[in-house]
């Protein structure tokens, strides 16, 4: 089946294409993958960060003999924190263009993580580790893949506990819908999916590539007397940018430059702030009016806005809704194009979802100079840049006409769900 005909209807999760699944079951199947380990040193920054914190270390193995136990989750948060520098996305984006992409044979555009996740398993802390788990059963949609790239070298038998554990994808989805089946619990699933995993063997020049279906994670506590260092993150393809699960575009995921040239010219821009002072107020817009906002409460998406202008140092003294169950959001239209002030709003999926109306109001946005902050995003429209770059992502992310149920798998319990909904839906009209 091809792209355009699976787009043009809506599909079951399940239903993916073939070409994604000759993927997921070949370059995304817990294979190891190497890398040039001095042109992407990883491993070395992620040291020279934690000695720039005043820990005195020369091997991440022996992390757990420098850093005080109480202080490695701070190390560690701090750690995810400084993957967003831009020196490091850099070197990320670098390594996604010249070793992913063409070792897993993606296609571009791609996005990436906005933030790694940066792991510390630590020999003294039995309790501490992680069990056996899928990216699905988290919330992941069936396109996105991982990478696990250990910054120590754990590809030694006796390194068994403090690697990371997988099992290939087939024998994963017949697992995961055993536990699911027999209703089964944490511990008879760690024993169950034990018999079947095995040790990744990787380390730095090594990551492995998987998917949202493996089964993967510790599963038991790291007995090597070593600390294992490691880094995790996802990737997804523009192609399959409507199954990415409850993770969309923007948020989680950043779309990345499509060449090292495009990214040294976005690095050159001027920094973002100098474009937020235009001298007009800041009106905050909440709504409920687009898939993505319906349930999401107003005075949630209240305290994401106040989040986002107090971390930016902006005031506000002002807010509108959006009249409910009118689709094309008359009061941001209103917003826009009458009054002489910028515009706080949750999200750029809050935008509304026919592109015609949509792009008429964004074009007179960057025209009339009324900033529109998407506080979900972090993204700011101030010009017609920006304005390519909200596009981009809506794009990705095939905004207002998605595959449904965007990646996730329907069990028959969430089916039942919906067809109650579908149902007095139905007798309501
Ligand atoms: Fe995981």
């Given at each position: 089946?091809?792209i355009?005909?699976?787009?043009a209807?809506?599909?079951?999760?399940?239903?993916?294409?073939a070409?994604?699944?000759?993927?997921?079951?070949?370059?995304?199947?817990a294979?190891?993958?190497?890398?040039?380990?001095?042109?992407?040193?990883?491993?070395?920054?992620?040291?020279g960060?934690?000695?720039?914190?005043g820990?005195k270390?020369?091997?991440l193995?022996y992390?757990?003999?420098?850093?005080?136990?109480?202080?490695?989750?701070?190390?560690?948060?701090?750690?995810?924190?400084?993957?967003?520098?831009?020196e490091?996305?850099?070197?990320?984006?670098?390594?996604?263009?010249?070793?992913?992409?063409?070792?897993?044979?993606?296609?571009?555009?791609?996005?990436?993580q906005?933030?790694?996740?940066v792991r510390?398993?630590?020999?003294?802390?039995?309790?501490?580790?992680?069990?056996?788990?899928?990216?699905?059963l988290?919330?992941h949609?069936?396109?996105?893949?991982?990478?696990?790239?250990?910054?120590?070298?754990?590809?030694?038998?006796?390194?068994?506990?403090?690697?990371?554990?997988?099992?290939?994808?087939?024998?994963?989805?017949?697992?995961?819908?055993?536990?699911?089946?027999?209703?089964?619990?944490?511990?008879?699933?760690?024993?169950?999916?034990?018999?079947?995993?095995?040790?990744?063997?990787a380390?730095?020049?090594?990551?492995?590539?998987?998917?949202?279906?493996?089964?993967?994670?510790s599963?038991?506590?790291?007995t090597?007397?070593?600390?294992?260092?490691?880094?995790?993150?996802?990737?997804?393809?523009?192609?399959?940018g409507?199954?990415?699960?409850?993770?969309?575009?923007?948020?989680?995921?950043?779309?990345?430059?499509?060449?090292?040239?495009?990214?040294?010219?976005?690095?050159?821009?001027?920094?973002?702030?100098?474009?937020y002072n235009?001298?007009?107020?800041?009106?905050?817009?909440?709504?409920?009016?687009t898939?993505?906002?319906?349930?999401?409460?107003?005075?949630?998406?209240?305290?994401?806005?106040?989040?986002?202008?107090?971390?930016?140092?902006?005031?506000?003294?002002?807010?509108?809704?959006?009249?409910?169950?009118?689709?094309?959001c008359?009061?941001?239209?209103?917003?826009?194009?009458?009054?002489?002030?910028?515009?706080?709003?949750?999200?750029?999926?809050?935008?509304?979802?026919?592109?015609?109306?949509?792009n008429?109001?964004?074009?007179?946005?960057?025209?009339?100079?009324?900033?529109?902050?998407?506080?979900?995003e972090?993204?700011?429209?101030?010009?017609?840049d920006d304005?390519?770059?909200?596009?981009?992502?809506?794009?990705?992310s095939?905004?207002?006409?998605?595959?449904l149920?965007?990646?996730?798998?329907?069990?028959?319990?969430?089916?039942?769900?919906?067809?109650?909904?579908?149902?007095?839906l139905?007798?309501?009209?």
């Amino acid at each position: 089946m091809s792209i355009e005909e699976l787009t043009a209807r809506p599909a079951q999760a399940n239903d993916i294409n073939a070409a994604l699944e000759h993927s997921l079951t070949n370059e995304w199947d817990a294979k190891i993958v190497t890398y040039p380990n001095d042109k992407y040193p990883f491993n070395e920054w992620i040291l020279g960060r934690i000695r720039g914190m005043g820990y005195k270390l020369d091997d991440l193995s022996y992390l757990h003999e420098s850093v005080p136990l109480d202080e490695v989750y701070k190390v560690t948060k701090q750690l995810c924190a400084d993957t967003n520098l831009p020196e490091f996305r850099r070197m990320l984006n670098n390594f996604v263009r010249d070793v992913v992409v063409p070792k897993g044979k993606l296609r571009l555009p791609v996005a990436v993580q906005r933030f790694m996740n940066v792991r510390i398993m630590l020999p003294t802390t039995p309790e501490l580790f992680f069990p056996y788990h899928t990216g699905l059963l988290y919330g992941h949609g069936i396109a996105s893949r991982s990478i696990w790239m250990p910054f120590v070298d754990v590809t030694a038998d006796e390194d068994l506990t403090r690697s990371m554990q997988i099992i290939p994808i087939k024998k994963s989805r017949e697992l995961a819908k055993q536990a699911i089946d027999e209703r089964l619990n944490m511990a008879q699933m760690t024993k169950l999916f034990a018999q079947h995993s095995h040790q990744i063997k990787a380390g730095p020049g090594s990551c492995c590539f998987f998917s949202q279906e493996h089964i993967h994670g510790s599963g038991r506590p790291n007995t090597t007397g070593k600390t294992r260092v490691s880094m995790d993150f996802r990737i997804a393809e523009g192609i399959y940018g409507d199954l990415l699960g409850r993770k969309i575009p923007a948020g989680y995921f950043h779309i990345i430059p499509n060449t090292e040239e495009e990214e040294e010219r976005l690095s050159k821009r001027a920094p973002r702030s100098e474009a937020y002072n235009n001298g007009k107020p800041n009106i905050f817009y909440v709504a409920n009016n687009t898939a993505a906002t319906y349930s999401v409460p107003v005075h949630l998406q209240r305290y994401m806005l106040n989040d986002y202008m107090t971390k930016k140092g902006l005031t506000w003294n002002y807010e509108l809704f959006d009249l409910e169950d009118m689709l094309h959001c008359p009061t941001l239209m209103h917003l826009i194009e009458e009054r002489n002030a910028n515009t706080v709003m949750y999200s750029i999926f809050a935008l509304p979802e026919e592109e015609a109306e949509r792009n008429r109001l964004l074009e007179i946005a960057v025209k009339r100079g009324n900033i529109i902050h998407f506080v979900n995003e972090d993204l700011q429209l101030t010009n017609a840049d920006d304005l390519e770059t909200i596009k981009n992502y809506l794009s990705f992310s095939k905004y207002g006409h998605s595959r449904l149920p965007i990646g996730l798998p329907i069990s028959g319990q969430t089916k039942a769900y919906f067809d109650k909904w579908g149902a007095s839906l139905a007798q309501n009209s």
